[in-house]
């Protein structure tokens, strides 16, 4: 079955860096784009970067273009997001996301919490 599993969670202060991983199991990585979520406290979950399965095309919420970037690689079957220069703002639970593609419907990781404090 699909299993997204994130790592590399955790505390750190305000404009240090965090690296995402999300390794991938269950289905043809390379044939979907793939994406990550967060959802802070008492707010929704948001988009936060998304990579095409063909061209590795990216896409940015504009409250992290230039301090995040978002990469795959389809031999390891993995999805980072590479966060920099972190703001307490972009504190939350970050998900990996396999959003729904074609006839193919959406899976979610489990989540992991990102915590940017002093």
């Known amino acids: 079955q699909v299993q997204l599993v994130e790592s590399g969670g955790g505390l750190v202060q305000p404009g240090g860096s965090l690296r995402l991983s999300c390794a991938a199991s269950?289905?043809?990585?390379?044939?979907?784009?793939m994406s990550w979520y967060r959802q802070a406290p008492g707010k929704e979950r948001e988009l936060v970067a998304l990579i095409t399965n063909v061209a590795g095309s990216t896409n940015y919420a504009d409250s992290v273009k230039g301090r995040f970037t978002i990469s795959r690689d389809n031999a390891k079957n993995t999805v980072a997001l590479q966060m920099n220069s972190l703001k307490p703002e972009d504190t939350g639970v970050y998900y990996c996301n396999r959003p729904r593609h074609g006839l193919f419907r959406d899976y979610w990781g489990q989540g992991i919490q990102v915590t940017v404090s002093s």
């Open positions: 269950g289905f043809t990585f390379s044939m979907h784009p």
